[in-house]
């Protein structure tokens, strides 16, 4: 989980990344509902 520039949640799964708090990473946006994006790890 994490948060864009905009402060929006997304949601995407860790890909056996090696990701700790507070990495940026690039996520491609697949979904969404009212508050919630949801994406994968590029």
């Given amino acids: ?3 864009t520039s905009q402060n929006k949640v997304v949601i995407f799964p860790k890909n056996n ?3 700790q708090k507070g990495d940026y990473v690039e996520v491609h946006i ?4 009212q ?4 994406g994968e790890i590029i």
Avoid: V
């Avoid at 508050?35 to 949801?38: Q, V």
């Fill in 35 to 38: 508050a919630t994006l949801f």
């Fill in 17 to 19: 990344a090696a990701l």
């Fill in 1 to 3: 989980m994490g948060r």
């Fill in 30 to 33: 697949k979904d969404c509902t």
